[in-house]
């Protein structure tokens, strides 16, 4: 089967992979039909990504056609839409009992498309417990987005919000515009920041209408203007951009990072006790969180179809990457002007709506 190999830092290649399709009682065989593009699989191309294990197949933002199901599989039947959640957990070991499923000492050798066989390729397999029925008036291209939504709700979960309060999400990419769209759809509104003059048009035409987009500090102080210009919750999706921030964080204020990028800044222990100041980190999904996503993607809460930008064949993955900034003839990691999400299609299906 073609399918997209991480051998290593910026070595991917569109190779033929041979995958055991066999499966076990309790697993299910789908058919992809198409795989978005995440942040993380360009992390683990350019080697930021540490937990990727070379000769795995990338892609585990993915939909598809259960096309075979074992003996024991209770829940599923073949024929059926669904979406893989792509976070491997055992259920029983220490984090997995104390509601932390989403660091599972498992998870490292387990995780779908990072240390074991993703899915940019024709077929995928996973326990039934990882896979969720697509509502029927969802479409699979909105429903990719169901697995970097449901951690989007997840890190919202964290904080405590107010709608008076003064929001910030700092970057436009996709994480960010979901933060954004989320936060519209519970009724909150805020700032989305974004630095990259070119990329603005790419985020004004997705953020909700009671949204403000800003390119940088002082234009997001400008919007708060005469609320204090005090930011109350900073969504960090960038993870280049924080610590500006925080001196304009106001008593009680709550800051989320999100982005897997190193950086390390200084903070005042003092001043985080006196002011009430709460940082918070958050990683894949948790707490039916795919649920939620789900009905929200498929009512129209959140307008997924307005993220997607491209769709392109497995073959043409190189291509895709470059669309996105990262170029892997010179190994070079650019700003990105032209996509928010695009989509993979496996051989043979790239007429799929
Ligand atoms: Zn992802
Ligand atoms: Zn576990």
């Not at 997840?154 to 994480?175: E, F, Q, R, S, Y």
């Not at 700032?191 to 990259?196: H, I, R």
């Not at 985020?203 to 708060?224: E, H, M, Q, S």
Request: glycine residues 10%; contains cysteine.
């Amino acid at each position: 089967m073609l399918g997209v190999v991480y051998n290593g830092p910026w070595d991917v290649k569109v190779q033929d992979k041979k995958i055991d399709l066999t499966i076990l009682p309790d697993e299910v065989l789908i058919k992809v039909k198409m795989t978005g593009i995440c942040g993380t699989d360009l992390n683990i191309i350019t080697g930021k990504y540490e937990a990727a294990l070379p000769g795995t197949i990338l892609g585990h933002e993915t939909v598809g056609e259960v096309i075979q199901i074992g003996e024991s599989v209770p829940n599923l039947q073949v024929g059926e839409r669904v979406v893989v959640d792509p976070t491997y957990y055992c259920g029983h070991c220490r984090f997995c009992r104390t509601n932390r499923k989403n660091h599972c000492e498992s998870k490292t050798q387990l995780e779908t498309g990072v240390s074991s066989d993703g899915a940019f390729t024709n077929y995928h397999k996973t326990k039934y417990s990882f896979l969720y029925k697509l509502p029927d008036n969802l479409s699979y291209e909105v429903a990719t987005l169901t697995e970097p939504l449901s951690c989007v709700l997840t890190g919202i979960k964290c904080l405590t919000l107010h709608t008076a309060m003064n929001i910030v999400v700092i970057g436009g990419g996709p994480m960010g515009l979901l933060y954004s769209l989320a936060l519209a759809a519970k009724g909150y509104s805020g700032v989305v920041v974004e630095n990259q003059i070119n990329r603005q048009h790419l985020v004004k035409d997705v953020i909700d209408p009671k949204w403000r987009l800003a390119t940088n500090l002082k234009g997001t102080l400008d919007v708060f203007d005469g609320t204090g210009t005090q930011i109350d919750v900073v969504i960090d999706t960038s993870g280049c951009a924080v610590h500006d921030y925080l001196h304009h964080l106001s008593r009680g204020g709550q800051v989320l990072s999100i982005a897997l990028k190193q950086q390390v800044v200084g903070i005042d222990l003092g001043w985080i006790a006196d002011e009430s100041i709460s940082f918070y980190g958050s990683i894949d999904s948790l707490n039916n969180s795919f649920n939620e996503a789900l009905a929200l993607l498929a009512n129209g809460a959140i307008p997924g179809s307005k993220l997607i930008t491209h769709k392109l064949p497995v073959r043409n993955f190189h291509q895709a990457v470059k669309l996105l900034g990262l170029s892997l003839e010179d190994k070079a990691f650019r700003a990105c002007d032209a996509a928010i999400k695009i989509l993979v299609q496996p051989e043979g299906e790239e007429n799929e709506a």
